[in-house]
């Protein structure tokens, strides 16, 4: 499989990442990717920039290395309502908006509960992906959120970094089954995201692509394999 992006990474700037912008595009190119994201945590995830980080964005070449860069952030979903930690005038600073669920700052619900809150962030017409949803963090019905997913073009990740053996998720591996499950019969795109928090660990999909192959999942509706499929499904600009 030709992978030509990864657009869940980090730096330094998130406090808890070890690379810097420049090291993580190097890498990227290193590894002939065409397009890297790079999403920073925000303001809920403690030791992370303070939001002025995304206010300069601006200041940074959008073309490293020869490799495409789209800045963004990887923004809390704070409850059961759907609630975000980062402000709309902020996120229209951003080439690219991920939400997702983190212990650190996630007001917990039943799964009926979780679920809807999910459901409500899938459908806030800036998010574009969903970090890690099958990482056990929260427990969700898959289901309704593969389908909210559809009908709203906003991509599921299925987050390497949570399936490392070392991170002890131990609902990971189940629940990341289930959702490529789900997509698949729904015919519903995903996109891997390496959750990088060091350079080598760009576009490191070991343990994703071994439920991609286990599934069967259809080359086709993985989003990490075509940039101009990437862009037109979430209708970013340049396509």
Same mark, same amino acid.
């Given at each position: 499989? @030709?992978?030509? *992006? ?7 700037? %998130?406090?808890?990442?070890? &690379? %810097? ?11 002939? *990717? ?8 925000? $303001?809920?995830? $403690? ?13 940074? /070449?959008?073309?490293? #290395? ?13 409850? !059961? ?26 007001? @917990?619900? +039943?799964?009926?509960? =979780? +679920? ?23 427990? *969700?019905?898959?289901? /309704? ?8 073009? +906003? ?6 970094? &949570?399936?490392?053996? +070392? ?6 591996? /189940?629940? =990341? ?7 698949? @019969? ?7 995201? %390496?959750?990088?928090?060091? &350079?080598?660990?760009?576009?490191? #999909?070991? #343990? ?15 989003? =990490? !394999? ?5 862009? &037109? #499904? ?6």
């Amino acid at each position: 499989m @030709q992978i030509e *992006l990864d657009v869940h990474t980090h730096t330094i700037a %998130s406090g808890h990442a070890f &690379s %810097s912008m420049q090291e993580m595009v190097q890498e990227a190119a290193r590894k002939g *990717l065409k397009l890297l994201g790079i999403t920073e945590h925000t $303001p809920g995830i $403690p030791g992370t920039c303070d939001p002025i980080y995304f206010r300069n964005l601006h200041v940074v /070449p959008r073309l490293m #290395y020869g490799v495409e860069l789209m800045l963004g952030a990887e923004i809390n979903i704070l409850d !059961t309502q759907g609630n975000i930690d980062f402000s709309e005038e902020y996120m229209q600073m951003l080439d690219l908006r991920i939400a997702g669920i983190h212990s650190l700052c996630y007001k @917990q619900g +039943t799964a009926e509960e =979780n +679920t809807q809150g999910m459901i409500r962030a899938i459908s806030n017409p800036y998010i574009q992906i969903i970090s890690h949803p099958g990482d056990g963090t929260a427990q *969700l019905l898959f289901e /309704p959120i593969v389908k909210a997913a559809k009908e709203h073009h +906003t991509l599921l990740e299925i987050n390497n970094s &949570s399936l490392r053996p +070392t991170r002890g998720k131990v609902k990971a591996q /189940p629940n =990341n089954l289930a959702i490529l499950r789900l997509c698949k @019969q729904y015919q519903v795109p995903v996109i891997l995201g %390496s959750d990088a928090h060091i &350079s080598f660990d760009v576009a490191t #999909y070991d #343990y994703a692509l071994n439920l991609v192959h286990e599934t069967e999942f259809p080359e086709e509706l993985i989003m =990490n !394999t075509s940039v101009d499929r990437f862009k &037109s #499904y979430l209708k970013l600009s340049g396509k």
